[in-house]
């Protein structure tokens, strides 16, 4: 049995509580590795450790931490195919997958390479007789990300990366159920040039994040996972006097108009729904086809599709389009719901449940499946599912089908599939989501935009990467100076007025 570590100090270090958690293999169902669960005097001396190394590192000038960035790009394309075998083993995503999380980790940090423009303040000459002001963005000091199973190398990256290249230490409490990656990426930012200390991984749970939470060292806390979660963390952070910025859960619409390309958008939905299994938070789980000829058409094109679809652990090829969900656990929530949605009066168009894989009978896997004639009401669309489910709601029209979207108390993501430049328009402008694609599934934004959700999909003033990022992980200090002319006209008594 492998036995996982923290990542203390530039080194692997055994966990202390005596308390693990079992790391599966999602293909097989067996135990692969155990990881230790941090005590809260484990993650207290990491904390202390790491802000004493950050003060070195805060006094490193951009450039010379930029530089770092630069040799982790290198870094993560030359250990690429080493990452995504190790993600995929835990987490059960398809290599291809796999490579694309670890990707759109490497931009970011390729993005982090231009943070000495990015911290760049602002200076204003003769703001009264020789007087300048000038500004300029500091670190933090410590702080911490919380991140989820979904994209093991790529949250962390997004996390990390940023508040690195602004000056700060990070304490990275990954999931504990694919924890293998962000200890790599630890290995990986060392190599890199890194001091010790700087970046510290402590695996753990509830107790690690509660310790987080309260550590007052720790200035910052960023958190991925779903909503309830993302709402405790956010009230306690920020009681604790921390800024604080979670990303929930969410519920992707996507509205199909009938003068889309129908074939076009069936693909689209095939890959956004059912890729990863379905598990991301950016996954498109509801189709909203607008008119009944819209959705009978939609719908022929789909079953098919989904039919066709490969099942199967990631070393079947890169011909298998997913895999299975991360747990046991994931999988029963996925069929309870499938369920719910059959007692509360949903068409199932296309059962998965009886899904099996011959040689994986005790793995995680789960078929896809298609609902249509879903209402609202429902529990299969008021829900998270985090699975391979697509529900078809059908709108009478385009207001109808905008405003399921709008009235949705999630606001991650969102879609519209139309030739149609007037409704798209008044989509992008309209709707209350805060990412949206038009003709695209899965409208992430690239490493120099910013990704945030409304609604209970994210709580904080400020978006994952992009420029938000550094607002995030620094504070502006303003600075007023003078430097007397040599003429002295004595004692000020009163606040005056810049001339």
């Known amino acids: 049995m492998v036995e996982l570590s923290h990542w203390i100090d530039g080194k692997h270090v055994k966990g202390s509580s005596g308390r693990f958690a079992d790391v599966f293999n999602p293909a097989t169902g067996e135990v692969q590795a155990r990881v230790p669960l941090a005590s809260k005097a484990e993650l207290d001396a990491a904390v202390a450790s790491a802000a004493e190394a950050q003060v070195k590192w805060g006094a490193t000038n951009p450039q010379r931490r930029a530089r770092v960035m630069m040799e982790v790009v290198r870094l993560l394309n030359r250990d690429m195919d080493k990452l995504a075998e190790a993600l995929s083993r835990e987490h059960g995503k398809t290599l291809p997958d796999a490579k694309g999380d670890v990707q759109r980790g490497l931009e970011v940090i390729e993005f982090c390479i231009g943070a000495p423009h990015l911290l760049k303040g602002e200076f204003t000459d003769s703001a009264g007789p020789g007087i300048d002001m000038y500004s300029m963005r500091q670190p ?153 000829d819209t959705a009978d058409a939609l719908i022929e094109r789909l079953i098919p599709r989904i039919e066709k679809l490969k099942v199967g652990p990631y070393t079947g090829g890169n011909d298998v389009d997913y895999g299975p969900v991360v747990t046991a656990a994931a999988k029963e929530n996925i069929l309870r719901l499938v369920n719910s949605g059959i007692e509360q009066g949903a068409k199932l168009v296309v059962d998965g449940r009886n899904f099996a894989l011959q040689g994986y009978e005790s793995g995680f896997f789960v078929g896809p499946h298609l609902f249509d004639h879903v209402t609202p009401e429902m529990d299969i669309y008021r829900k998270e599912i985090f699975g391979p489910v697509l529900s078809t709601v059908r709108a009478a029209s385009y207001e109808e089908a905008l405003s399921l979207a709008m009235h949705h108390e999630y606001g991650n993501g969102t879609a519209i599939f139309t030739r149609d430049g007037d409704a798209a328009r008044d989509f992008a402008n309209r709707v209350n989501v805060g990412m949206i694609g038009i003709n695209v599934p899965i409208p992430v934004p690239l490493a120099y935009h910013t990704f945030g959700g409304w609604k209970k999909s994210a709580f904080g003033d400020l978006n994952q990467h992009g420029p938000d990022a550094f607002r995030f992980y620094t504070r502006t200090k303003t600075i007023t100076s003078r430097w007397p002319s040599g003429i002295k006209e004595g004692s000020a008594f009163n606040f005056k007025a810049m001339d």
């Open 140 to 292: 933090l000091g410590v702080a911490a990300g919380i991140t989820p199973f979904n994209f093991p190398a790529m949250i962390p990256l997004w996390k990390m990366g940023p508040a690195l290249a602004a000056g700060n230490a990070f304490i990275l409490k990954p999931s504990e159920r694919d924890p293998s990656v962000p200890l790599m990426l630890a290995e990986i930012f060392q190599e890199a040039g890194l001091p010790d200390g700087v970046l510290q991984v402590v695996n753990g749970d509830k107790e690690a994040v509660d310790a987080i939470l309260d550590n007052p060292t720790i200035a910052a806390v960023g958190f991925v996972g779903s909503t309830p979660i993302a709402e405790y963390i956010y009230s306690r952070g920020c009681a604790n006097g921390k800024r604080v910025q979670c990303f929930g859960g969410a519920k992707n619409h996507m509205i199909i108009m009938p003068d889309a390309d129908l074939d076009q958008a069936a693909d689209a939905l095939v890959g956004a729904g059912y890729g990863a299994a379905g598990e991301r938070c950016m996954a498109i789980s509801v189709a909203v086809p607008v008119g009944d």
